[in-house]
């Protein structure tokens, strides 16, 4: 057995992650490993000098890369979850490597030629509404990220996607640091009227446990909602409000103005690279609107029965 619980099968009730014996230390080595294990997987399917069938191609494809996933569902559960900066300093060093591992799948040649020879001739099998579904899926999945794609446009394909996975890891690690970064902080209790008492004792031993007399309060959901909901105090609610909505734009170090600025434009640049005008129509084509104009004219149908209520709404609160 490794020492490793990341590696083993979980002896738990439903398998869950065993997370009490898992270490930071732990998570680095078995992403190592269980890349590994999916490039072997990977060299094993492209050593076939067989016809390649459904069963050989696209059911390997899905089976492919099973430690990997596991191993990627808790590590970055834990890192939205319950973060820390060693996890967060992982982050960033898998980042890259994840990246690249995906890119050398859906842009290796051969593969995708396997899989074309399987989409292209799925007349001459009797595959089932799920095999066809699943067979579609991959195919189109192999197109829009990049298959197709050759010499220069193909070097810069990968270029893109991993500034764009950096940036969206700057973007969140960013969110995070303002949102712990906040507290409001109240020491007379009728300015807390409406709160319930949950919250409020909640509230009371956070500021206990730094040292504080009173309450505090947070941008954290189970902080940050309930105050929104029932706390009385327009000022404060305002506070509060205000303190999230500017999250990343307070000219700081942790402002995400930049970091949105280059995503967008990388953005725009892999839907032109890959034949789309833009980044919405890339995203839409997998969504039931299918375009960009199909979801203006649903905002502005939207607009036209809702504006008169909006105003209304206004007014009474003005």
């Known amino acids: 057995m490794n020492n490793n619980p990341l590696l083993n099968v979980f002896n738990t009730p439903y398998q869950t992650p065993p997370f009490s014996s898992i270490k930071e230390e732990h998570y680095l080595p078995a992403f190592t490993k269980a890349m590994e294990l999916g490039k072997q997987e990977l060299k094993n399917l492209l050593s076939s000098t067989d016809e390649p069938t459904f069963s050989s191609t696209i059911e390997a494809l899905e089976n492919m890369g099973q430690q990997l996933r596991l191993v990627s569902d808790v590590f ?89 996975s950096r940036l969206s890891l700057l973007f969140g690690e960013n ?78 170090t942790h402002d995400n103005k930049e970091v949105v600025k280059a995503i967008v434009n990388l953005r725009i640049e892999k839907a032109q690279l890959l034949g789309y005008k833009s980044h919405a129509d890339f995203v839409l084509e997998e969504h039931m609107a299918l375009n960009p104009q199909t979801v203006n004219s649903f905002l502005n149908e939207l607009l036209d029965a809702s504006l008169a209520f909006g105003k209304n709404d206004v007014a009474q609160v003005a």
């Open 76 to 164: 970055f559960n834990l890192n939205h979850a319950q973060t820390n900066e060693q996890i967060q300093t992982i982050a960033r060093d898998l980042s890259p490597l994840l990246t690249a591992y995906d890119n050398d799948i859906w842009l290796n040649e051969p593969l995708f030629e396997r899989v074309k020879h399987v989409f292209d001739n799925q007349q001459n099998t009797s595959l089932t509404a799920e095999q066809k579904k699943l067979l579609e899926d991959t195919y189109k999945s192999f197109v829009r990220r990049g298959a197709q794609l050759s010499g220069s446009s193909k070097v810069r394909y990968r270029e893109i996607t991993e500034e764009l």
């Open 175 to 252: 969110v995070l640091a303002e949102t712990n970064a906040f507290q409001l902080h109240v020491t007379e209790e009728n300015e807390l009227n409406g709160l319930p008492e949950g919250v409020m004792d909640a509230a009371s031993e956070l500021a206990k446990s730094e040292g504080k007399e009173g309450w505090i309060f947070t941008l954290q959901y189970p902080s940050f909602f309930p105050f929104m909901k029932y706390a009385t105090n327009r000022s404060l609610r305002k506070t509060m409000y205000m303190a999230h909505a500017q999250r990343c734009n307070n000219n700081n």
